[in-house]
Nanobody
Framework: QVQLVESGGGLVQAGDSLRVSCAAS????????MAWFRQAPGKEREFVAA????????YYTDSVKGRYTISRDNAKNMMYLQMNSLKPEDTAVYYC?????????????????WGQGTQVTVSS
C-alpha cells in the first residue's frame, strides 16, 4: 500500500519562501506520476505541479510557473515543492498525490493515493 506523508508547511509572510516535502513508501515508483495539489477554504482542490518519476518530466499550473519548483529524490523516495515569492492567495492545504501511471494528469480524480496534507499560510 502506498503511503504519502507531507511535511514542511507553516506560516510565512508574502514574498517569503517555503519548501514542503512528501515522503513516499510502499512501492517502487518508477512508473508513477507524483503531484502536488492544494485546497483553499471554500474552494475545490486544484492542481499545482506534477513530476513523472522515471524521467523527471514536469508540468506546472500557470499561476505558479516561475515561482514554484517541483523535484524528486529517487533514492530517498521524496518529492519536494519549493515555493518562492509566496502570495496570500497561495494559502491552502497542500496535498501530495500519486498515480500508478507515467502520464501526467492535472485531474485530482486520476490520482489513487493521497497524503493527509500540510497547511501553508501566507500573510500579507
Amino acid at each position: 500500500q502506498v503511503q504519502l506523508v507531507e511535511s514542511g508547511g507553516g506560516l510565512v509572510q508574502a514574498g517569503d519562501s517555503l519548501r514542503v516535502s512528501c515522503a513516499a513508501s510502499g512501492r517502487t515508483f518508477g512508473w508513477y506520476t507524483m503531484a502536488w495539489f492544494r485546497q483553499a477554504p471554500g474552494k475545490e482542490r486544484e492542481f499545482v505541479a506534477a513530476i513523472r518519476w522515471n524521467d523527471g518530466n514536469i508540468y506546472y499550473t500557470d499561476s505558479v510557473k516561475g515561482r514554484y519548483t517541483i523535484s524528486r529524490d529517487n533514492a530517498k523516495n521524496m518529492m519536494y515543492l519549493q515555493m518562492n515569492s509566496l502570495k496570500p492567495e497561495d494559502t491552502a492545504v497542500y496535498y501530495c498525490a500519486a498515480r500508478p501511471r507515467a502520464v501526467i494528469s492535472t485531474v485530482a480524480e486520476d490520482y489513487n493515493y493521497w497524503g493527509q496534507g500540510t497547511q501553508v499560510t501566507v500573510s500579507s
